[in-house]
């Protein structure tokens, strides 16, 4: 499809890879957007800023989601807005999308954003825009679940239809999408989670900052929700001050604004409760704030080791575990697929799901061991450089040029498949036999509880909603 020169504002630009000219690019960003508090909207402003970044004069739009009983003061680049659970409006925002002069639109997607759980069913909100919308499309899919019910299934090979390139972070939900899905390999892109690009120096003198001198901090970040298992973790530091009395556990992000609605301050008034129940209190922080980038580099730059002590074995993007890669942090985490794939050959200790042992375990080993610590660091560094923010905004923009305008047959090279063919709809027979949406009830304990504590927060993590908390 061809771009309209009139949204440009007569702006070109050389193209280096095909030495063409082309008009400077409109993308149109469908996904929460700040002030809205959610790890989608962050990812999406983060993505935004690395691609004008790479390239002034694009122009970006805003499809922005709200939440179905509320809406934001944003700024004049959301041109549009989609009402959360209210399919009629996502295609009423692809008839817009149909009659503006973008060139390229980008859906950001995440389940709960864009439909409804059923018992067994997922409800998708997103087809009648994708049934609707008439401009390439590229979608980045923020979670893909393994062994999907034929209503997942089905939504996801509708994107895998209606989409030109569909983008994943990871390399396991690329081989999930074709092995499991049935997407043709060549449409998909790995594109990684962008981080901040940090220098990682200076951490004495960050601590300072904090209040933190002699302190050896443990961290985790991002909102809170009783899926990221923290309680497992405060737990674990029983055992680690006992050889570590100068640690403290650092939890820094609000209660995800989404549980806040739902359950007020429970899951938060917990895990106080816990802490004061071990004693605790001189070794665990919270610091109830949402971060900027900014914020959340100083905090990880203060950090010794990071934790992510996640629940959800299914999830396969994980921002804030991208981020300490980037800081080049030693990272512990339970056995999710993200963690799994990223923190492969030497680039952290993994361990098991609800384990409070081994997370202290994996803490002691570490801090006991200033050269394994290290070694740790120089490895998750060296990783999280070829994912900065620049890096991944510059790819994001190549990637959307050659969806808008795709080479003529006399540009491609023979044999070359640029991706672009469309995924067809499997007949009925052919899709795969019923299976819950989740693999794992996400947040609720099948152990036994070890302490009242955990006992009643089961209770909050069984009402929890597909989240966008990351």
Known sequence: ????????????????????????????????????????????????????????????????????????????????????????????????????????????????????????????????????????????????????????????????????????????????????????????????????????????????????????????????????????????????????????????????????????????????????????RTHVAFVNDYLTQAQIVEYLVASDLYVTPYLDRNQITSGTLAYALGAGKAIISTRYLHATEVLADGRGILVPFRDADALAAASLRILGDPDYKEQLESAAYRYGRGTTWPSVGRRMLDLFRSVAWPPSATEVEPGVNWGLARVEEPPADERCPSAPPIAEPIGIHTAPPPNSVRAAQSKVAADAPLLSSR
């Not at 030495?19 to 957007?33: E, F, K, N, Q, W």
């Not at 990812?43 to 709200?66: C, G, H, Y």
């Not at 060139?103 to 409804?116: A, I, N, P, T």
């Open 1 to 280: 499809m061809q771009a309209h020169p009139e949204s440009t504002n007569g702006i070109v630009r050389n193209d280096l890879a095909q030495g063409i000219d082309r008009p400077a690019l409109s993308v149109a960003l469908v996904s929460t957007c700040p002030p809205r508090q959610c790890g989608i909207a962050t990812f999406t402003s983060d993505l935004a800023q690395a691609i004008k970044q790479a390239e002034p004069a694009t122009r970006l739009r805003w499809v922005a989601i709200n939440e179905a009983d509320s809406s934001h003061l944003y700024e004049p680049n959301v041109r549009w807005r989609i009402r959360q659970g209210d399919a009629v409006s996502y295609r009423d925002a692809a008839k817009h999308l149909n009659a503006s002069h973008v060139d390229v639109v980008s859906v950001q997607h995440e389940f709960g954003l864009y439909g409804l759980w059923g018992d067994d069913q997922f409800e998708d909100h997103l087809a009648p825009f994708l049934e609707t919308l008439r401009k390439p499309l590229v979608t980045t899919l923020h979670t893909v679940l393994p062994d999907p019910s034929p209503s997942v299934r089905e939504a996801v090979r509708r994107i895998g239809h209606h989409s030109q390139v569909v983008v994943v972070m990871a390399e396991l939900a690329k081989r999930m999408l074709v092995d499991d899905y049935g997407l043709i390999e060549a449409k998909v892109r790995v594109i990684p989670h962008g981080v901040p690009p940090v220098e990682p120096r200076g951490r004495r003198r960050t601590k300072a900052r904090f209040g933190w001198q002699g302190r050896t901090i443990l961290s985790t970040f991002g909102l809170l929700d009783p899926r990221k298992g923290l309680e497992y973790m405060i737990e674990a530091m029983v055992a680690v001050t006992r050889q570590h009395p100068d640690a403290l556990y650092v939890i820094v992000g609000k209660t995800h604004p989404e549980l806040v609605q739902r359950a007020g301050e429970m899951y938060r008034q917990q895990l106080n409760d816990l802490v004061r129940a071990l004693g605790l």
